[in-house]
């Protein structure tokens, strides 16, 4: 085997990630490495599905919690982040798993990519999405098809701040962002599980989730946050739930309107998901969420790891 052992536990929004993943801790004396852009903010526990404490107490937990939810955490700078928290798990002889359903994380991680150091030119961000809201997301997504073809057919139309971002790059450089976006698989032998359940199961399961934040206290979190300095308008506060429930506050929408927007919102997501895990998936193991066999998985990675040393 070239490399040191990674393994990854991926796929959409409830469908058991950290279960498996705190088991696999337990038997093989891993620690996790968390690939959620949510989880990475302090104060947003809740809505973010943030492992509790107990689960916490349980399995080892890195990159989350990392800064307040007014400060960006740049792709680089995740992606970097994790390099240096499994190096830290290698070093002290533990067993990494990265795990989480941000595609972007885990394939920036797991692909290697190289990412463009081009710092955000908040201006032409601004002029950009201003065209965005005037003439539509489809315009934007034309104008970044007439600079990097290949960037547009990666990007949904509707992930205007994707759309943004490549068009920033291609403009600030010279250079399409995909010619930037080189990829060096990393010094790790890689193991990737997916798990995945039926579309409707799991758009059940997930509403049931977010009746159980609501049960939790994600208003009394989202109104925190509001009155704490940290308005609606910042990138974190646009997580599924955070946004929705800031328009219930600030009297745009009524409750219940607004919960079920977060479901819907989150079935979305979910769909987006699935999409990233096809066209990202090469070398994934698909497991069955509801019915996965835990002690099963633990012993063929068990095996896995015994087969390369």
Same mark, same amino acid.
């Given at each position: ?7 990854? /536990? ?27 852009? +949510? ?26 919690? /990392? ?24 070093? +002290? ?67 205007? +701040? ?46 049931? +989730? ?34 929705q429930l800031a328009a219930h506050l600030t009297g745009e929408v009524m409750l219940e309107q607004a919960i079920e927007d ?48």
């Amino acid at each position: 085997m070239t490399g040191k052992p990674l393994i990854v /536990v991926t796929g959409p929004t409830a469908v058991g990630k950290t279960k498996l993943a705190i088991a696999m801790c337990r038997v093989l004396d891993g620690e996790i490495v968390s690939a959620d852009s +949510r989880q990475i903010y302090r104060y947003m526990d809740i809505g973010t599905a943030k492992p509790d404490a107990e689960e916490q107490q349980a399995a080892v937990h890195h990159l989350i919690d /990392v800064v307040p939810p007014d400060e960006n955490l740049s792709l680089a700078q995740f992606q970097q982040m994790a390099y240096d928290a499994i190096e830290d798990v290698h070093q +002290r002889g533990k067993l990494p798993i990265l795990a989480g359903g941000t595609g972007q994380y885990v394939s920036a991680v797991v692909e290697g990519w190289s990412i463009p150091e081009v710092p955000p030119n908040h201006a032409l961000r601004t002029e950009l999405e201003t065209f965005a809201s005037e003439n539509g997301a489809e315009a934007l997504h034309q104008r970044l098809a007439a600079l990097d073809v290949a960037a547009a057919q990666k990007i949904h139309p509707n992930n205007v +701040r994707r759309v943004v971002r490549a068009l920033e790059v291609c403009m600030e450089t010279g250079t399409p962002i995909t010619e930037l976006q080189r990829k060096k698989p990393p010094p790790y032998h890689i193991l990737q599980y997916a798990l995945h359940m039926g579309r409707d199961a799991l758009y059940e399961r997930a509403d049931r +989730r977010v009746d159980m934040m609501m049960d939790a206290g994600l208003l009394a979190e989202v109104r925190w946050l509001l009155e704490n300095g940290y308005p609606s308008s910042l990138p974190a506060m646009s997580g599924i739930g955070y946004r929705q429930l800031a328009a219930h506050l600030t009297g745009e929408v009524m409750l219940e309107q607004a919960i079920e927007d977060t479901k819907m919102m989150t079935h979305d997501f979910i769909r987006r998901q699935y999409t990233w895990l096809r066209g990202h998936g090469t070398g994934l193991i698909w497991q069955d969420g509801p019915t996965m066999d835990v002690h099963g998985i633990i012993e063929q990675t068990a095996t896995w790891l015994k087969d390369n040393p």
